[in-house]
């Protein structure tokens, strides 16, 4: 008997562990599409709360609709999506052997609608849209974030969306709840400002009242991962293909910036989109990263 898709989505749910429709198919606590290079889904086997990992990797249209079909069909509150790619090691791989284990996560959120009577949700805050039917009706789909724990080298890593890009960062330091790993990405100057802190990416902005002609001449022209090596020269942390850069820059020890802060490829020297611009104004920043180990983008490249 031949299968409709998410009728194989529907049966792995309730515990098969063999199954097909045409390109979709199930092998033991995975789910594939188009093939072994591509797990869609992991059927986890510890009793967390959270059964099922989906693979929200962009691979083609077709998986793509594979993803859609997944999500509307397993369970809400136990399923999360993550970027496979994002991770330093292989993931899927790892959650179906119990080599990783998912510690906490937040739920993906769901909408549909007909084009003609509302508009999507907008991708820049995190929703993944998707047409059907000559683009008559939409399907968005918001991740949600998930903390995970590696138990061959006990270090943890929190995924989820920044302004609409997958990301995952490895932290300093084992948290317990998503709430609590990303309270520990801030340093304790971000913590305990009173000010109004701004953050591009792994970058926070506390505002203060200095005086140009108060910190050292002249003003640079560099970006904020080439003024950290200078400023903290034993930091190991790797921009990758991108970088955050500001239209001034200056360094007494600490780094300060103002104006507009575009992030950027290396390569193209163009703004990715993958972060909105920053504008600072002429009012002068004291900068500081995040307190993770490393992070990376759902290509598998740095962030």
Not at 120 to 127: A, K
Not at 168 to 179: F, K, Y
Not at 239 to 264: M, S, T
């Amino acid at each position: 008997m031949t299968l409709a898709n998410d009728a194989v989505i529907k049966r792995f749910a309730n515990g098969d562990t063999a199954a097909r429709a045409g390109n979709l198919f199930v092998e033991n606590d995975i789910v594939y599409s188009y093939g072994s290079h591509f797990p869609l889904v992991v059927r986890l086997s510890n009793k967390g709360s959270c059964r099922f990992v989906v693979n929200a990797d962009k691979h083609s249209v077709t998986t793509s609709h594979h993803q859609t079909i997944a999500l509307n069909n397993l369970p809400h509150g136990k399923t999360v999506a993550i970027a496979a790619s994002a991770f330093p090691f292989d993931i899927m791989s790892f959650l179906s052997s119990g080599e990783a284990v998912v510690i906490d996560f937040t739920e993906d959120r769901f909408n549909t609608g007909a084009t003609a009577d509302k508009k999507p949700p907008p991708t820049n805050e995190g929703w993944d849209v998707s047409y059907r039917e000559d683009d008559k009706f939409w399907e968005a789909h918001k991740p949600g974030g998930a903390l995970i724990k590696n138990l061959h080298t006990n270090k943890y890593y929190l995924c989820g969306v920044d302004e609409g890009s997958y990301f995952c960062c490895q932290l300093d330091e084992p948290a317990d709840t998503i709430d609590e790993a990303f309270l520990n990405l801030k340093p304790n100057c971000v913590r305990h400002s009173d000010k109004d802190v701004l953050r591009q990416g792994e970058w926070f902005f506390i505002p203060v009242d200095v005086q140009t002609r108060n910190l050292p001449h002249p003003s640079l022209r560099i970006s904020l991962e080439e003024a950290n090596r200078k400023v903290n020269p034993d930091d190991e942390y790797s921009a990758g293909d991108n970088y955050h850069q500001p239209r001034e820059v200056r360094l007494n020890g600490n780094i300060y910036c103002r104006g507009r802060v575009v992030h950027r490829n290396n390569f193209t020297q163009k703004a990715t989109g993958g972060h909105l611009s920053l504008l600072l104004g002429e009012t002068w920043h004291e900068v500081h990263r995040n307190t993770a180990v490393q992070s990376w983008s759902s290509a598998g490249q740095f962030d």
